[in-house]
């Protein structure tokens, strides 16, 4: 019989990268919630920055935070196996360009910490830039991994 040792490390071993959920739909599915997560709160503090909305700091500290947390959850549903199924707009260069993608991943958390932090000083005028600048990397990476 095999220790439970044995049996981790086959586990380990022998289950794709997206084993953590179910099936791969639910991987799909995971990322793409939380890219909509990220998206409805970052563009409530967009809309603000650009004068569409009128500024409210606290739902600005607070939406900026849930988008700060949310972007650290995307990239635990790339997995490998997760490039076909469900409707998705990722290309294959996710996969075959991994470190320009991390890359990116850790790009867009940098960026959200920032206009996290601007958005708890209640400064309109420091939350400007730091809107300017997670929308920039974004758009880079979707640009550059995202089919159109
Ligand atoms: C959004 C959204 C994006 C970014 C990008 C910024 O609200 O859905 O992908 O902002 O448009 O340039």
Redesign the pocket.
Known sequence: MKTLATLALVVATTNPAWAQFAKPEDAIKYRQSAMFVM?QN??RV?AMASGKAPFDAKIAADSAAVAEFASRLPWAGFGEGTDKGRDNRARAEIWSDKAKFNDYADKIQAEMVKLSAAAKTGNLDAIKPAVRA???T??TC?DAFQKD
């Open positions: 998206q970052f563009s967009a997670v929308g920039g974004c758009k979707h």
